[in-house]
């Protein structure tokens, strides 16, 4: 009994001297930051990022290149409008020279044609001329050879688009003459390094 009033003292003092915890300390908050929901602006998609949100493309689309000389392509309509502003004439001078020759071999074109005159429409072709018979083109290499098959190479077809073929209509390019829709092209070859002479002659014929 006397060791526990001895005893008492000391455990009461021993409990009293343990720290307590501030009174703020309990309602401290946590450090880390609170979890947050996504607002709607970022649940949205980003323009741009979308496989479907492609612009459409700006580039220019490249023209149709013009017809080659010396081939059976044709020109398109939206082309053959273009160059018929004005007459064959201004426009032959303006891409190729001196007019009087093409207008020439028209004409005597025209002529032998309507005459049927093989050798007179022989001698305007420049050889090998291209030709096109039975629809496949192939290449004539003299005035023999294409009088002996000029039936074929100037059908009645391609006979009547000569003849009703008009000079001011015709379509011009610095590759030459065309009648039609490219049956007949008329160009002209250099005789001089300068190119004041030129040797002008049909250099395509057939349908």
């Not at 050879?145 to 074929?152: H, N």
């Amino acid at each position: 009994m006397r060791l526990i009033k001895i005893l008492l003292p000391t455990l009461m003092l021993a409990a009293c001297s343990q720290p307590t915890p501030p009174a703020n300390e309990a309602a401290a908050p946590s450090t880390s930051p609170p979890a947050t929901a996504p607002t709607a602006a970022e649940d949205a998609p980003q323009a741009g990022l979308s496989p479907d949100a492609v612009e459409p493309s700006t580039a220019a689309t490249p023209d149709t290149a013009p017809p080659v000389a010396g081939t059976d392509s044709a020109a398109t309509p939206a082309d053959a409008s273009a160059d018929a502003e004005g007459g064959a004439r201004e426009r032959i001078t303006k891409l190729l020279g001196d007019a009087a020759p093409y207008e020439s071999v028209f004409n005597e074109l025209q002529r032998g044609v309507a005459a049927g005159d093989r050798a007179a429409v022989a001698g305007l072709m420049r050889y090998p001329v291209r030709v096109t018979i039975a629809g496949k083109n192939q290449k004539v290499a003299d005035a023999a050879a294409f009088q002996r098959d000029y039936d074929r190479i100037v059908t009645p077809a391609l006979a009547k688009l000569i003849a009703e073929q008009k000079f001011d209509t015709l379509f011009v390019n610095w590759q030459g003459v065309m009648l039609g829709q490219g049956e007949v092209w008329i160009n002209g070859t250099c005789l001089d390094k300068e190119c004041t002479k030129s040797d002008v002659k049909v250099n395509n014929i057939g349908q």
